[in-house]
């Protein structure tokens, strides 16, 4: 299912709404940051070039919580540029996120989203200090939602979510999401439950002799199982997913387990293997939603991702600190593209990274951060390779 974890907010929508305002907040921030790479541009191994990059961002931030409206807005602009270049010119980007859900009835809601950000091929870890393989998109989500409490212990909930997404002034693939899920609580501690989500993508018309996607519907089912007991939590999902491309029929399994060991209240331990039927349009809109900046594949098409990480996360009232490592496989069935004759099992893919990242808390307007990531990408056919600190 496509992801709703970021935070921005049709605004338009919030002022045209009156509503008592229970609490609402504003306020400003500002963020100076340097990053110092082996591989500014995200180059292929053996054209690796080092580099440092410096950033001012400064912003405006906001939150409204009423009975009828509950929203919230971030906006950025971000000036960059390449230190260890005298004669590189600064660049400037404004990024905007914002969320409003319309609290219609207990059960009903109507959400409206929209998020501007920058998104980058899939090669690299940092963000360019140019706009040569980056660009800019634009997404933007409505939709009603219920949930329904059957009892104390079951609920069902359904959704239906429509994606409309734009770069450089050209219309992208449109997206319309319906998903419903059931679980039910058990006496023992376990929940059990099944989740049915559709994707239908509409691909937008192209000039006569230019080769276009194909229009595709993505359906998944699966069946799920969580259960909390002392320090530990359990997930286990597993079903199928089919894609319907033109004639032809894909179909791949979705699956997943993760657990989570806590430790302390504020520190745990989490692990998780996963593999899902996915293509770029969903990827690259779930990592821009969920993160403000997107990773794009390198390849239109259908692939089989085979995921794993392992997570150590602290979170202290002064003192912040997350490590990990993860992994990620790619292995393509088919491109989209009519009358496309590339192999498609060229664009199959591993991509390893690790990160550390420290949070110290200053006062309570004033913090710092450190940063170390790592990313390689190493392709399974072709003499491709990426590696980035």
Do not use: C
């Not at 600064?90 to 059960?107: E, H, I, V």
């Not at 989740?195 to 799920?224: C, H, K, M, Q, W």
């Not at 033109?246 to 979705?254: K, L, S, V």
């Amino acid at each position: 299912m496509i992801a709703r974890h970021f935070t921005l907010t049709a605004l338009a929508a919030s002022l045209l709404v009156v509503v008592p305002v229970f609490a609402l907040d504003l306020g400003l921030e500002a963020e100076l940051r340097l990053e110092s790479t082996d591989n500014v541009g995200g180059s292929n191994i053996g054209t690796e070039e080092d580099g440092q990059l410096g950033y001012l961002l400064l912003g405006v931030y906001g939150e409204q919580r009423g009975r009828l409206l509950q929203g919230g807005f971030s906006g950025e602009i971000e000036t960059r540029r390449l230190l260890s270049d005298s004669d590189a010119e600064p660049s400037t980007l404004s990024n905007f996120y914002g969320a409003a859900n319309l609290l219609l009835s207990p059960s009903f809601s109507w959400y409206f989203g929209d998020v501007l950000g920058t998104v980058r091929s899939g090669d690299g870890i940092l963000s360019l200090d140019n706009d040569e393989n980056t660009v800019r998109r634009n997404v933007f989500v409505t939709g009603p939602s219920f949930n329904f409490d059957i009892d104390s212990f079951s609920q069902i909930s359904a959704e239906l979510l429509y994606f409309n997404q734009s770069e450089d002034d050209r219309d992208l693939a449109q997206l319309y999401n319906a998903s419903f899920d059931w679980r039910q609580d058990t006496d023992g501690g376990n929940t059990f439950g099944i989740s049915i989500n559709d994707i239908y993508t509409d691909e937008p018309e192209s000039d006569v002799g230019e080769t276009v996607d194909s229009d595709n519907n993505r359906l998944s089912a699966s069946a799920f199982w969580e259960r909390s007991r002392n320090r530990l939590t359990w997930f286990a999902s597993a079903g199928a997913t089919r894609y319907d491309v033109d004639e032809a029929t894909i179909n791949g399994a979705n699956a997943e387990f993760r657990v989570t060991r806590q430790f302390t209240a504020i520190s745990d331990l989490s692990f998780s293997i996963g593999t899902d039927l996915t293509d770029e349009n969903i990827s690259t809109i779930n990592s821009l939603l969920a993160d403000g900046e997107g990773v794009e594949p390198e390849a239109a098409g259908v692939f089989q991702q085979h995921s794993a990480s392992l997570i150590y996360r602290y979170g202290g009232a002064q003192l912040a600190f997350e490590t990990g490592v993860r992994a990620a496989d790619q292995q393509y069935q088919t491109l989209t593209e009519l009358g496309s004759t590339v192999d498609p099992t060229l664009d199959d893919n591993l991509t390893l990274s690790a990160f550390a990242v420290a949070s110290r808390r200053f006062s309570p307007r004033i913090s710092g951060d450190f940063e170390l990531l790592y990313e390689n990408q190493q392709y399974d056919n072709i003499a491709d390779e990426s590696d980035s600190v």
